[in-house]
Nanobody, 123 residues
């Protein structure tokens, strides 16, 4: 089982990045995928979750309207489009898979995790 994040990097404030989470080793359609992030010295926070039927929820008011989660079932990939990036979005971003979609924020229930991708926003 593997989840691999990609697309992170260094971007100026106001810019955009598109993160990807590619899954392998399990039946993608049976899982919901969530995005999390952890900034230095802070706790990990949930950002969004999408089901195999495209149910979507965003957990943080700070990203609503700026971040968009989407899924490409055929490729087993979930994207997180991040626009209007701010310095405070700087963090390591992780994707994770859970057997069922949930609108409840939190890491509980996520079975598989990726290694993370660094996003750095310069002010």
């Amino acid at each position: 089982v593997q989840l691999v994040e990609s697309g992170g990097g260094l971007v100026q404030a106001g810019g955009s990045l598109r993160l990807s989470c590619t899954a392998s080793g399990f039946t993608f359609d049976d899982y919901a995928i969530g995005w999390f992030r952890q900034a230095p010295g802070k706790e990990r926070e949930g950002l969004s979750c999408i089901s195999s039927e495209n149910d979507v929820t965003y957990f943080q008011d700070s990203v609503k309207g700026r971040f968009t989660i989407s899924s490409d079932q055929a490729k087993g990939t979930v994207h997180l489009q991040m626009n209007s990036l701010k310095f405070e979005d700087t963090a390591v971003y992780y994707c994770a898979a859970r057997p069922s979609w949930s609108p409840v924020n939190g890491a509980r229930g996520y079975r598989y995790w990726g290694q993370g991708t660094q996003v750095t926003v310069s002010s």
